[in-house]
T-cell receptor, first 114, second 112 residues
């Protein structure tokens, strides 16, 4: 009963390095999302996808890229990491569309940029 | 722009107490409102989803109410237990297809 799986759980990057956060779901959901959560703050939407091959920007997309080649996978790419990208990143999926249905979250990926 | 506020930021209660968590939003024209639970180091778990046409939703010891005209929702937890200790977040969506706006959460501690 995997649900939404994120890897890695923890990562430390140096300024300017790049990396990809992986996200996979096994619920056959069309809708997938990437959020970031800063300490004491609510979640902010980075990017989302309404199906394979279709992605769109959220509130805070700068410095990130995504792709959606399959229904199951939705990786988040960080290019030229900056200290402002230190955060906890959550991937989520839903059966219904953006803002309409129940969200299922992964356990998060904690990223520190030094 | 919608703003969602949760006060207090932290709450500590003795086991067995009934408690209420508050969520306020500035734009009353919402599509739905959701309550989530977040355990330390974990992702969010959806607790209750209230559509704009509904007044409340119940799940076990949890009851969420919605008053759109006053821009408020409450999450009532009956007979609290130490296992209820977590951060509770609320989020609204303005229309079908719009992104969620999250509050900052209330960190609840239930003491044995």
């Amino acid at each position: 009963n995997a649900g939404v799986t994120q890897t890695p759980k923890f990562r430390i990057l140096k300024i300017g390095q790049s990396m990809t956060l992986q996200c996979a779901q096994d619920m056959n959901h069309n809708y997938m999302y990437w959020y970031r959560q800063d300490p004491g703050m609510g979640l902010k939407l980075i990017y989302y996808s309404v199906g394979a091959g279709i992605t769109d920007k959220g509130e805070v997309p700068n410095g990130y890229n995504v792709s959606r080649s399959t229904t199951e996978d939705f990786p988040l790419r960080l290019e030229l990491a900056a200290p402002s990208q230190t955060s906890v990143y959550f991937c989520a999926s839903s059966f219904q569309g953006l803002g309409t249905g129940e969200l299922f979250f992964g356990e998060g990926s904690r990223l520190t940029v030094l | 722009k919608q703003e969602v506020t949760q006060i207090p930021a932290a709450l500590s209660v003795p086991e067995g107490e009934n408690l209420v968590l508050n969520c306020s939003f500035t734009d009353s024209a919402i599509y739905n409102l959701q309550w989530f639970r977040q355990d330390p180091g974990k992702g969010l778990t959806s607790l209750l989803l209230i559509q704009s046409s509904q007044r409340e939703q119940t799940s076990g010891r949890l009851n969420a109410s919605l008053d759109k005209s006053s821009g408020r929702s409450t999450l009532y937890i009956a007979a609290s237990q130490p296992g209820d200790s977590a951060t509770y977040l609320c989020a609204t969506s303005q229309t079908s297809g719009s992104r969620l706006t999250f509050g900052e959460g209330t960190q609840l501690t239930v003491n044995p």
